[in-house]
């Protein structure tokens, strides 16, 4: 499965969205009212367990959470 619909299936998860429809294009941080700064720590969380890396605080920056592809983008930056 490509990674950007892996990040989507997180996000569904996580965020309890059902299967509502998402991608690369879809905007999260702002226009997603389920995208709170407690769901922002569970879906690093997720992240980090799933792809077995870490995530330190001082990476966190609201630009990886614009939209699904930045978010994407983020996650494949942190494990190449």
């Given at each position: 499965?490509?990674?950007?619909?892996?990040?989507?299936?997180?996000?569904?998860?996580?965020?309890?969205?059902?299967?509502?429809?998402?991608?690369?294009?879809?905007?999260?941080?702002?226009?997603?009212p389920?995208?709170?700064?407690?769901a922002?720590?569970?879906?690093?969380?997720?992240?980090?367990?799933?792809?077995?890396?870490?995530?330190?605080?001082?990476?966190?920056?609201?630009?990886?959470?614009?939209?699904?592809?930045?978010?994407?983008?983020?996650?494949?930056?942190?494990?190449?």
């Open positions: 499965m490509p990674l950007i619909q892996q990040v989507c299936q997180i996000l569904r998860t996580t965020l309890g969205l059902g299967q509502q429809p998402l991608n690369e294009h879809t905007p999260l941080l702002g226009a997603m389920e995208l709170d700064s407690m922002v720590a569970s879906l690093i969380i997720a992240l980090e367990q799933h792809y077995g890396f870490e995530v330190r605080d001082d990476e966190i920056s609201a630009r990886h959470f614009a939209t699904v592809g930045s978010l994407a983008s983020f996650v494949a930056s942190k494990m190449g």
